[in-house]
């Protein structure tokens, strides 16, 4: 009887497979388990009589052995798969990490730049990236055939006869005359986006850029009103630690213009090739809005005054970030924008 059923779980057991953590458990259980068959055998055993508790014994035990044998075996064969379940419900185990984006640098420097803005009580205005001859020139008393128009090197969609001219933007000063055009004074607004001119792409240039404009119309608005507001932006941009000029420029929208420089922000002003050894980076352009272009948009030039300014972001973010190469911008090479990883989400 015992003899029957000790034959029957061997060829049972040496036929066992498993090819799961759990089938071999169950294999435990039925086997090796406290109410187990080998754990039924011995207390059949018990039972027995002398003559055959001795050719037993050696039989049960060697059953028992193999029974052993071969969980053992089968556990050292599935191996990584037992850990692997087990990892499946170890709570304790730290979960699976996931990317969480970053923003891009341009970005982060616009907002804030946008920042410092609002908190002197200016609001951001857009306007459309493809502009008319009128409000990308003409309003900003580019006259026609103006050599300044020039300067801008142009991406024109659509070339016709007259005021149809229809072009890529080449600054968000269009958004300025967009505004004053359909509001009435004081205007107090900052004008960020993206902006096209039609240069080869290199290291130090390329086909499209970012600008944050401002424009400020109001009574009795002054060039020093324009100096304070723009040596405050600078300094909540950058600290202290540094110089600032002006010096004289030309732009047809403005009258007198002028350019900002700041001392170079990463050799401190004592050269390198950032500020190509001069020891100052110019940062933005900047003047009181010539009385033609307030006409232009319809506001009186006798009872209005007004300054505006224009920056590229890149320019700002190169500074900021140590970066030399304006095409790093726009590859879109994570390892490049996973550096700028920040808190918001
Ligand atoms: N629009 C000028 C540019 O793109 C910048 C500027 C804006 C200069 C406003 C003066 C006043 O270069």
Same mark, same amino acid.
Request: aromatic share 12%; glycine share 8%.
């Given at each position: 009887?015992?003899?029957?059923?000790?034959?029957?779980? +061997?060829?049972?057991?040496?036929?066992?497979?498993?090819?799961?953590?759990?089938?071999?458990?169950?294999?435990?259980?039925?086997?090796?388990?406290?109410?187990?068959?080998?754990?039924?055998?011995?207390?059949?055993?018990?039972?027995?009589?002398?003559?055959?508790?001795?050719?037993?014994?050696?039989?049960?035990?060697?059953?028992?052995?193999?029974?052993?044998?071969?969980?053992?075996?089968?556990?050292?064969?599935?191996?990584?798969? +037992?850990?692997?379940?087990?990892?499946?419900?170890?709570?304790?185990? #730290?979960?699976?990490?996931?990317?969480?984006?970053?923003?891009?640098?341009?970005?982060?420097?616009?907002?804030?730049?946008?920042?410092?803005?609002?908190?002197?009580?200016?609001?951001?205005?857009?306007?459309?990236?493809?502009?008319?001859?009128?409000?990308?020139?003409?309003?900003?008393?580019?006259?026609?055939?103006?050599?300044?128009?020039?300067?801008?090197?142009?991406?024109?969609?659509?070339?016709?006869?007259?005021?149809?001219?229809?072009?890529?933007?080449?600054?968000?000063?269009?958004?300025?005359?967009?505004?004053?055009?359909?509001?009435?004074?004081?205007?107090?607004?900052?004008?960020?986006?993206?902006?096209?001119?039609?240069?080869?792409?290199?290291?130090?240039?390329?086909?499209?850029?970012?600008?944050?404009?401002?424009?400020?119309?109001?009574?009795?608005?002054?060039?020093?009103?324009?100096?304070?507001?723009?040596?405050?932006?600078?300094?909540?941009?950058?600290?202290?630690?540094?110089?600032?000029?002006?010096?004289?420029?030309?732009? #047809?929208?403005?009258?007198?213009?002028?350019?900002?420089?700041?001392?170079?922000?990463?050799?401190?002003?004592?050269?390198?090739?950032?500020?190509?050894?001069?020891?100052?980076?110019?940062?933005?352009?900047?003047?009181?809005?010539? #009385?033609?272009?307030?006409?232009?948009?319809?506001?009186?030039?006798?009872?209005?005054?007004?300054?505006?300014?224009?920056?590229?972001?890149?320019?700002? +973010?190169?500074?900021?970030?140590?970066?030399?190469?304006?095409?790093?911008?726009?590859?879109?090479?994570?390892?490049?924008?996973?550096?700028?990883?920040?808190?918001?989400?």
């Amino acid at each position: 009887m015992m003899q029957e059923q000790i034959d029957k779980y +061997t060829s049972e057991i040496k036929a066992f497979t498993a090819a799961k953590a759990d089938e071999l458990e169950a294999f435990r259980i039925k086997f090796l388990g406290t109410k187990g068959i080998i754990k039924d055998l011995f207390e059949q055993f018990k039972t027995v009589g002398a003559e055959e508790k001795r050719t037993f014994g050696k039989v049960l035990n060697q059953f028992k052995q193999l029974a052993e044998e071969r969980y053992n075996d089968i556990k050292e064969s599935l191996g990584a798969g +037992t850990q692997a379940a087990k990892a499946d419900t170890d709570l304790t185990l #730290p979960g699976d990490g996931f990317e969480i984006g970053s923003r891009h640098p341009l970005s982060l420097v616009r907002n804030e730049i946008i920042d410092i803005f609002k908190r002197l009580g200016f609001v951001v205005a857009e306007g459309p990236e493809i502009e008319d001859d009128w409000h990308n020139f003409s309003a900003l008393n580019f006259p026609e055939e103006h050599p300044a128009r020039d300067m801008q090197d142009t991406f024109f969609i659509r070339k016709g006869d007259g005021n149809d001219d229809i072009a890529l933007r080449t600054h968000t000063s269009s958004v300025q005359v967009r505004m004053m055009e359909n509001g009435k004074p004081p205007f107090r607004a900052i004008m960020p986006g993206r902006v096209y001119r039609n240069e080869a792409i290199s290291a130090r240039a390329h086909c499209f850029f970012h600008q944050v404009e401002g424009l400020y119309v109001d009574e009795n608005v002054s060039f020093s009103d324009l100096k304070q507001t723009l040596y405050h932006f600078v300094k909540e941009l950058y600290g202290e630690d540094f110089k600032v000029r002006f010096r004289p420029s030309y732009f #047809p929208f403005t009258e007198p213009s002028a350019e900002m420089d700041i001392s170079c922000t990463i050799c401190k002003g004592a050269g390198c090739n950032m500020c190509k050894y001069t020891g100052w980076v110019e940062i933005l352009g900047c003047g009181m809005v010539d #009385p033609n272009v307030l006409e232009n948009c319809g506001i009186d030039s006798k009872k209005y005054t007004g300054f505006a300014f224009g920056m590229g972001i890149e320019r700002i +973010t190169n500074l900021k970030y140590v970066i030399r190469d304006l095409r790093l911008f726009s590859e879109n090479d994570v390892r490049f924008l996973k550096q700028f990883q920040t808190d918001i989400i």
